[in-house]
Antibody, heavy 126, light 116 residues
Framework: QLQLQESGPGLVKPSETLSLTCTVS??????????WGWIRQPPGKGLEWIGD???????FYNPSLKSRVTISVDRSKNQLSLKLSSVTAADTGVYYC??????????????????WGQGTSVTVSS | QAMLTQPASLSASPGASASLTCTLR?????????IYWYQQKPGSPPQYLLR?????????GSGVPSRFSGSKDVSANAGILLISGLQSEDEADYYC??????????FGGGTKVTVL
């Protein structure tokens, strides 16, 4: 059974870099059948997509965050990671990782999130 | 104007049907898009409900009851999530989502459903 577990510091100082990890069990981040992504949710607000990554390393990022975001995969650990630089209080929220199926193992065609992790809460404060 | 607009809240009685709308911004044609729907209960991650583009291009999420269904109102340029036979356990926030043609996912602001 697929499980996604986010982890990382719960508190980050303004202007620093937020770094999170999502450990995948029950599937492989190297599988051609999926993209893997990050989504966040500020307290009391809606969902915001951050970005997705494929096993080839191909990435898609939210245009509003693109200059600050890096998503990568560590195949040896079966993890994906998120780095968000120059954080401010507006980056406070719950961060989720998720799986996104492809169509027929195609890198150029995939669907939305079908399985989500439980999320990890991050506060940006000095 | 937001790309996807959802009513902030909706209330309905147990056993009734609830129609949640996701209106696409003018200039974005709902007919061209798959609309995804997610349910989120307090303190929990979103759960995938279904995706709908047309009756021939749709998918129900694993384990999602058939009383959740998708459709479109082309005249209103909106995607619709229909919940039939509302139950108390359906109280939650519901989000729609699309893949924008410029290569990014966009979420609606969410609708809070209350079962009275």
């Amino acid at each position: 059974q697929l499980q996604l577990q986010e982890s990382g510091p719960g508190l980050v100082k303004p202007s620093e870099t937020l770094s999170l990890t999502c450990t995948v069990s029950g599937d492989s981040v190297s599988s051609p059948s999926y993209y893997w992504g990050w989504i966040r949710q500020p307290p009391g607000k809606g969902l915001e997509w951050i970005g997705d990554i494929y096993s080839s390393g191909r990435t898609f990022y939210n245009p509003s965050l693109k200059s600050r975001v890096t998503i990568s995969v560590d195949r040896s650990k079966n993890q994906l990671s998120l780095k968000l630089s120059s954080v401010t209080a507006a980056d406070t929220g719950v961060y989720y990782c998720a799986r996104l199926p492809t169509l027929d193992n195609r890198e150029d065609y995939y669907y939305g999130m079908d399985v989500w992790g439980q999320g990890t809460s991050v506060t940006v404060s000095s | 104007q937001a790309m996807l607009t959802q009513p902030a809240s909706l209330s309905a009685s147990p056993g009734a049907s609830a129609s949640l709308t996701c209106t696409l911004r003018s200039g974005i044609n709902v007919g061209a898009y798959r609309i995804y729907w997610y349910q989120q209960k307090p303190g929990s991650p979103p759960q995938y409900l279904l995706r709908y583009k047309s009756d021939s291009d749709m998918q129900q999420g694993s384990g999602v009851p058939s009383r959740f269904s998708g459709s479109k109102d082309v005249s209103a340029n909106a995607g619709i999530l229909l919940i039939s036979g509302l139950q108390s356990e359906d109280e939650a926030d519901y989000y729609c989502m699309i893949w924008h043609s410029s290569a990014y996912w966009v979420f609606g602001g969410g609708t809070k459903v209350t079962v009275l």
